[in-house]
């Protein structure tokens, strides 16, 4: 499905198309954090991914799709001397973080048609009302969410990498 999405999109004739893959995860995004927080502290990661694995697909059945998505891209020679697998792990996060974030907004929507039907049958208890409210509160964080994560923290920082990208002279400076 994503091979059929960026061939109909305006990445048709992008020439790196190809290298943009997507993958499902062994851990959910909050697993795969604590994962990167234990091997920072030395602890064995195998034995934490083993144990983490097991334990959530014990608990939970597995994990769902939206949970497990990530996105990769396949960084070529000249591209790789600029973007480590560090700083390419970061940049995986963070789209889990927005694709999961905008999955939790339509989900929050469709409880607001939901909430939109129970309206017109005139069902107006206090816990009606306070499920509204606070439905409410959640679509209203949610969204100023993933806007401060688009708009106020991403778009400014590509927008300063590619000022510094033109700007450099020398390979050090690109670094």
Same mark, same amino acid.
């Not at 851990?27 to 034995?47: F, K, M, P």
């Not at 789209?95 to 905008?102: G, H, M, P, Q, V």
């Given at each position: 499905?994503?091979? /059929?999405?960026?061939?109909?999109?305006?990445? #048709?004739?992008?020439?790196?198309?190809?290298?943009? /893959?997507?993958?499902?995860?062994?851990?959910?995004?909050?697993?795969?954090?604590?994962?990167?927080? /234990?091997?920072?502290?030395?602890?064995?990661?195998?034995?934490?991914?083993?144990?983490?694995?097991?334990?959530?697909?014990?608990?939970?059945?597995?994990?769902?799709?939206?949970?497990?998505?990530?996105?990769?891209?396949? $960084? /070529?020679?000249? $591209?790789?001397?600029?973007?480590?697998?560090?700083?390419?792990?970061? #940049?995986?996060?963070?789209?889990?973080?927005?694709?999961?974030?905008?999955? $939790?907004?339509?989900?929050?929507?469709?409880?607001?048609?939901?909430? +939109? $039907?129970?309206?017109?049958?005139?069902?107006?208890?206090?816990?009606?009302?306070?499920?509204?409210?606070?439905?409410?509160?959640?679509?209203?964080?949610? +969204?100023?969410?993933?806007?401060?994560?688009?708009?106020?923290?991403?778009?400014?920082?590509?927008?300063?990498?590619?000022?510094?990208?033109?700007?450099?002279?020398?390979?050090?400076?690109?670094?």
């Amino acid at each position: 499905m994503l091979q /059929t999405a960026l061939s109909t999109s305006t990445l #048709y004739n992008d020439p790196n198309r190809d290298l943009l /893959t997507c993958s499902l995860a062994s851990t959910n995004l909050i697993q795969h954090l604590h994962l990167i927080q /234990t091997a920072g502290r030395g602890n064995s990661v195998h034995n934490d991914i083993n144990n983490s694995s097991s334990s959530s697909s014990s608990s939970s059945g597995g994990l769902k799709g939206v949970e497990a998505l990530t996105l990769e891209y396949k $960084v /070529t020679f000249p $591209v790789s001397l600029v973007l480590s697998k560090r700083s390419m792990a970061k #940049y995986k996060l963070i789209s889990r973080l927005i694709y999961f974030s905008k999955h $939790v907004e339509i989900k929050l929507l469709s409880c607001w048609i939901d909430h +939109q $039907v129970h309206k017109e049958l005139d069902i107006a208890s206090k816990g009606a009302q306070s499920a509204y409210i606070l439905r409410q509160r959640m679509i209203h964080f949610i +969204q100023n969410f993933i806007y401060y994560c688009g708009i106020e923290v991403i778009s400014p920082r590509k927008h300063e990498m590619h000022i510094g990208l033109d700007n450099a002279s020398d390979t050090d400076e690109l670094l």
